[in-house]
């Protein structure tokens, strides 16, 4: 392969290769939407059915607002606690998943443990908590939990990975222990961006709480569903807004907090 890229005619023609990667990835795009059968004159005469749909939304009924607050206060809370068990489960198996720390049979483990969690959707983890705990935010808060692990545990081992090796081979030369170079050598350089991630996490939950309510997890995104269901459109466009001021809010909030936090 080496040979090939050396060769004295790519060489004369450095054009070729990045003509060549230009074509396949055309070739890809091509053969992903023949796979779709996307049939586009459908798309074209779908627009008076999407515009109708839209129009019923509005504008919205604010006699429901105090309901609007109300839900999206539950979902802040499960969010806040799904994120919080979820970045607690995550550090220990961040640890036992980065390449610079952990054994490989552990890292093949811990790894192993991050993919199962991630190939489960939430709406999935909705479903199994609801039946086990019952409709409400109790189901919404655990499946929110498990599903961070998946993300965070990641986000945390890339986190550790990027530690600059030079500090830690230099506690143990001086005889650091395992903890210690833990304490002196990961943690104030893993910190940062590890909140960071949390952050991040923490809006994205938010999000994923609304459709965790599709079946029955509790928060805003349940009475959502609610009115979709009983065609009360103006009462579902009042939980729509109140749910995106809330994220914009947080968002802002949080890519401040980040930007600080970046600085350190």
Not at 21 to 37: D, E, M, P, S
Not at 43 to 64: A, G, M, N, Q
Not at 168 to 182: C, F, T
């Amino acid at each position: 392969m080496s040979y090939f890229l050396n060769s004295p005619r790519l060489r004369r023609y450095p054009w070729v290769i990045p003509l060549l990667i230009f074509l396949i990835i055309v070739g890809v795009y091509i053969w992903a939407i023949q796979g779709l059968q996307v049939d586009f004159e459908v798309l074209r005469s779908s627009w008076p059915y999407i515009t109708d749909f839209i129009s019923r939304l509005f504008p919205p009924d604010l006699t429901v607002l105090d309901i609007a607050i109300k839900a999206l206060i539950e979902t802040v809370q499960m969010s806040l606690w799904g994120t919080t068990i979820g970045a607690i489960i995550s550090l220990p198996i961040a640890v036992a998943s980065a390449n610079n720390v952990a054994p490989r049979w552990l890292q093949w483990l811990a790894n192993l443990l991050q993919n199962t969690v991630r190939s489960v959707p939430s709406i999935i983890l909705g479903l199994i908590f609801v039946a086990a705990t019952g409709l409400g935010a109790p189901a919404g808060t655990l499946a929110l939990g498990i599903y961070t692990i998946g993300y965070l545990a990641k986000f945390y081992q890339q986190a550790i990975e990027a530690v600059e090796p030079r500090s830690l081979e230099s506690l143990k030369v001086i005889g650091a222990s395992p903890l210690q170079i833990a304490q002196y050598g990961i943690v104030p350089q893993v910190l940062p961006l590890g909140l960071g991630y949390t952050l991040w996490m923490f809006e994205y939950n938010i999000r994923a709480a609304s459709v965790l309510g599709v079946v029955g997890a509790g928060g805003i995104g349940f009475q959502l569903k609610s009115y979709i269901d009983g065609f009360e459109y103006t009462k579902a466009t009042t939980m729509m807004l109140v749910l995106l001021v809330v994220v914009t809010v947080i968002d802002a909030f949080s890519s401040q907090l980040r930007r600080r936090l970046d600085s350190m």
